[in-house]
Every structure is written in structure tokens, then in C-alpha cells.
T-cell receptor, first 115, second 114 residues
Framework: AQKITQTQPGMFVQEKEAVTLDCTYDTSDPSYGLFWYKQPSSGEMIFLIYQGSYDQQNATEGRYSLNFQKARKSANLVISASQLGDSAMYFCAMREGQGDYKLSFGAGTTVTVRA | DSGVTQTPKHLITATGQRVTLRCSPRSGDLSVYWYQQSLDQGLQFLIQYYNGEERAKGNILERFSAQQFPDLHSELNLSSLELGDSALYFC?????????????FGPGTRLTVL
């Protein structure tokens, strides 16, 4: 079964506007972590933000915030005030507490920021 | 710069050949993870090492093997290469095991099998 689902293959956003990238996850483990990574066209994977399953507050890192809805098993990434440099592929990933701590990735969402 | 280094950056080889990809984790990180990113499979976990010991295996083919050396660098060996092995191979490291420990990714090695 797919552990991470990203249903938006591609999105366009106007510069300076906010964009929300959807991510839903599936786990029966009470302890897990949710991550978002950015992959620009150059290929490297850049860590953006982390949310732990026991965290009471939504994570924020600069212009990135994570809308964590535990009951709905969703962890949407919000990018505020989009910049041209935000154009990239964005991956949602999960690490579960039991086992090997590997990251399970979604299929990714391509974001294109328009001037 | 994540602090994780991978060499080579690009590798072009022929079917049936064997290659070795190298990864140096961030200073002090004990865990090394290998991932494969391909167009059809997406990002998939291959194998994890922690302080020299294999800890977990994912969707790693029998033709592939890895090891982590005493200085904590790791190598991923791919043999009897097939066209479908063409992919971007990432190494990631983290300081400790655990749910919240961020994995820092290297720049990747792009393997092309002709």
C-alpha cells in the first residue's frame, strides 16, 4: 500500500502568492515523522521542514509551513510569498518509528512559479 | 551544501558492467542510507547502514550490494548492469536513528547504462 500520496503532479503559482501542496499518509505506527524536501532541476534534495506525530503545533520554517491534520492523516506544505527560485519538485516523505527509519517518499509535485 | 559528498557525479557505462558509487556522510553522522530515483519507480529506499553494520534493506536487487567502512564512508556496488538501472542514486546521512532525525542528502550520482 502506498504510504505517501501526493495527488498533484504539477502546479502553477504566481510570484508572491501562496501555494499549498497536498500530502496524505498511511501508517498505523503512533510514532512517525513527516518531512518535505525540495528538488530543483539541478537534482539535489533539500530538506525544508519536519513535523513529528506528537508535535502539538504545526511546524514552520521561514516561508514554509506544514498544515498537519493528524486525524485526516494529511501534512500539506504551504509556501508563502512564492519566488521564482521556488520552482522545483517537492516531495513529501514519512519515517515511521518502528523498524528501519527509512524515508518513504511520495511521487512528488512539480511547482512552477510564474513572474 | 548538505555536507554529504558523493562521487562520481555522473557515470556512463554499458550493460553488464559493474560500478561503485561512493558516499561520505556528514562529519559525525553514523547512519548512511542509499536511495534510487528513477522515472518509473520514483524515490525508493535501497539499504541502510549504521556505524558499519547493515540495519535495513529495501527494494535492493541482488545484483546490488553496499558496505560502510570504519571511517563511515559507504560504497554502493552495482553489477551486471541493465538499462533499467539508469537512475539517480542518492546517499543520505543522519546523526542517529530515530523518527525525527533529518536525513541530509548528497548531490547524487547520475548513472546512465547504455
Amino acid at each position: 500500500a502506498q504510504k505517501i500520496t501526493q495527488t498533484q503532479p504539477g502546479m502553477f503559482v504566481q510570484e508572491k502568492e501562496a501555494v499549498t501542496l497536498d500530502c496524505t499518509y498511511d501508517t498505523s505506527d503512533p510514532s512517525y515523522g513527516l518531512f518535505w524536501y525540495k528538488q530543483p532541476s539541478s537534482g539535489e534534495m533539500i530538506f525544508l521542514i519536519y513535523q513529528g506525530s506528537y508535535d502539538q503545533q504545526n511546524a514552520t520554517e521561514g516561508r514554509y509551513s506544514l498544515n498537519f491534520q493528524k486525524a485526516r492523516k494529511s501534512a500539506n506544505l504551504v509556501i508563502s510569498a512564492s519566488q521564482l527560485g521556488d520552482s522545483a519538485m517537492y516531495f513529501c516523505a514519512m519515517r515511521e518509528g518502528q523498524g528501519d527509519y527509512k524515508l518513504s517518499f511520495g511521487a512528488g509535485t512539480t511547482v512552477t512559479v510564474r513572474a | 551544501d548538505s555536507g554529504v559528498t558523493q562521487t562520481p557525479k555522473h557515470l556512463i557505462t554499458a550493460t553488464g558492467q559493474r560500478v561503485t558509487l561512493r558516499c561520505s556522510p556528514r562529519s559525525g553522522d553514523l547512519s548512511v542510507y542509499w536511495y534510487q530515483q528513477s522515472l518509473d519507480q520514483g524515490l525508493q529506499f535501497l539499504i541502510q547502514y549504521y556505524n558499519g553494520e547493515e540495519r535495513a534493506k529495501g527494494n535492493i536487487l541482488e545484483r546490488f550490494s553496499a558496505q560502510q567502512f570504519p571511517d563511515l564512508h559507504s560504497e554502493l556496488n552495482l553489477s551486471s548492469l541493465e538499462l533499467g538501472d539508469s537512475a539517480l542514486y542518492f546517499c543520505a546521512s543522519s546523526a542517529r536513528q530515530g523518527v525525527g532525525n533529518e536525513q541530509f542528502f548528497g548531490p547524487g550520482t547520475r548513472l546512465t547504462v547504455l
